[in-house]
């Protein structure tokens, strides 16, 4: 198991008795057993995590997955449950050991319920965040959550992760836009806590210990989600910044003036500007001239669009004359506002351009977004001089991408190689302002030992009870967000 390394799919420890099991449970579609076909489950994103499964179980309905869960369980075999596999920590491949049976929630992709008048939709695990949307387009509302991702990521993976992306400022993350869930538990037990009510104080609040940990406490098959109404307007603009300081005031300054409508605030650094407009085909910068950074803003609502594109501008008039704003551009048509999404959306292709780097994905205090910047900044080019800066980001909600590139003159894999002492220093920094060494990527198995090394031994020993109690074989997801026990 690991960063970069890719391993053969190789199907290596499964009981035959087991095997032929699973295979009565789920049907010859079900049960993947190829290494060839079992290889795109076994390598995470950009092939940034890689590891080998015995079999991967691919289930149609809650009572297979459960059987699945449940004869796993009692041959003590570990199980990886996995979404659209888009995840960006490593939290939903296997180990090196082939003896792990990734469960892929694919097959599960029923919308179960509408219900228009509660405004929710109860959708199976396997449905993609982008087929959520679309449903919830169809009954003429909006499921807000979104992220460059969409097409592919699935609605069990967003919950497992307690996603994030674009719209948080207005709508909140995942663990925010669920009533209710249905998790298959570590022994084989179905939770059925698919309840879409918007007030609930009877005990405890079971559904959010499984939201956003990242498969190790149980599998999601099934969610009430949240809709809400359809904006009848958007207006969207990009400007131009003289620093990461201005984009706080210029915050400040959309909220007072455009309420609960300005509905996203993403940030994005020179050099990640300049790389996306290289990596996409057909872009080009929005502006003449380069600027230091940039900074996407985007208002909606249910009033008229003229009053609304009236307010955008009087924001950026304001930050103009505030020296706030060195020149912006607002969407003229869909194209126009779709090519400036694209670059913020395009910052993992843009990334991948720039050459080797190390992703964070911290949050700190939104006040301190500036002098965490400016700290880690100073702090890394101390440490490893000619470090290259890449960084964007949900800066509403100080959720920062803080991504550097290898200097120029490092041979290639140094950069990787140093990870270790780069995250040191930079979550140092976040940790010194208060904040998260991830705001909405989850731990994986990417960051167990920092999380380790930064939360209290109090925390850690509260998760781990948590997790003994539900899982005490330590079977579902080992390895992710704890580090697996020893022997
Ligand atoms: C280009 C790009 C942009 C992205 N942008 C964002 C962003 O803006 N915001 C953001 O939050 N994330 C972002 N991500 C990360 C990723 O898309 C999200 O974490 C997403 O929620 C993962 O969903 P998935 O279905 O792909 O999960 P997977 O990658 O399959 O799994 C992720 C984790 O969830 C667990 N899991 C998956 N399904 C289940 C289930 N049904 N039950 C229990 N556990 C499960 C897995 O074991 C694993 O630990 C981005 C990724 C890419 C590639």
Known sequence: M???DTLPAQGAGLDDALAARLRAVLGPSGLVESPADMAPYCTGFGAAF????????????????????????EARVPMVPQGGNTGLAGGAQPDASGRTVIISLGRMRRVRAVDAANDTITVEAGLTLAEVQAQAEQMGRLFPLSLASEGSCQIGGNLATNAGGTQVLRYGNMRGLVLGLEVVLPDGRVWEGLRGLRKDSAGYDMKQVFIGSEGTLGLITAAVL?????????????????????????????????????SAFELMRAPSLDYAVQALPGQSSPFAQAHPW??????????GGDALRAALEGVLEAAFEAGLVRDAVIADSQEQRRRLWALREGQAEAQ??????????????????PAFIAEADAALERAFPGIRPFAFGHVGDGNIHYNPLAPRHWAPGEMTARRAEINRVVHDIV?????????EHGLGQMRVEEAAHYKSATELDLMRTLK???????LMNPGKVLAAPMG
């Open 352 to 369: 991948k351009i720039a050459g080797e780097g190390v992703k964070h994905d911290v949050s700190v205090p939104v006040s301190a977004i």
């Open 294 to 303: 940039y900074l996407l803003m985007e208002a909606s609502g249910q009033g």
């Open 468 to 474: 003994a109690a539900l899982d005490p074989h330590g």
């Open 50 to 73: 890689s590891g080998r499964a015995a079999v991967v179980a691919r289930p149609a309905s809650t009572a297979q997955a459960a059987e699945v869960v449940r004869l796993c369980a």
């Open 431 to 439: 940790m010194a302002h208060g904040g998260s060494i991830s705001a």
């Open 226 to 262: 949240r809709l809400f109404p359809r904006p009848r307007a958007v207006e969207t603009a990009m400007a131009a910044l003289p620093d990461v300081a201005a984009s706080l005031a210029l915050l400040a300054l959309a909220r007072e003036r455009l309420g609960e409508g300005l």
């Open 2 to 4: 690991g960063e970069v």
